[in-house]
């Protein structure tokens, strides 16, 4: 049974914080959002950075069904976040799947 309490936000962050492995590919994305940011921001050409891509690309596919949303600047972060949320969550279910084995899952 599901708990109606426990809305699906509240879900990603609590499978992203509670597996190491999800928490060392936020910890990656972030790393990877940040360093497209100051990328971008030091670039005096005038010209689009093509850095950010490469956050784009590590939390994909999420990210990509976002940034097609209007928004700039906020929703390439919006889709980044999002993105590596989903994608921990995603991370933390299949380590849970391999250490639990055959047997039945215990938290729904």
């Known amino acids: 049974m599901t708990d109606p309490g426990r809305s699906v936000p509240r879900r990603l962050r609590r499978a992203a914080v509670g597996n190491v492995f999800a928490l060392v590919y936020v910890a990656?994305?972030?790393a990877l959002l940040?360093?497209?940011?100051a990328?971008?921001?030091a670039d005096s050409s005038g010209e689009s950075s093509l850095a950010v891509i490469i956050p784009l690309l590590a939390t994909a596919p999420v990210s990509f069904?976002?940034?097609v949303l209007p928004g700039g600047l906020a929703m390439l972060i919006a889709a980044v976040?999002?993105?590596a949320l989903v994608n921990a969550?995603?991370?933390a279910w299949c380590a849970r799947a391999l250490r639990?084995?055959?047997r039945p899952d215990p938290a729904p």
């Open 65 to 67: 069904v976002l940034l």
């Open 34 to 37: 940040v360093w497209a940011l």
């Open 28 to 30: 990656v994305c972030a």
């Open 39 to 41: 990328v971008t921001a």
């Open 81 to 83: 976040v999002l993105g």
């Open 89 to 91: 969550a995603v991370i």
């Open 100 to 102: 639990r084995g055959g």
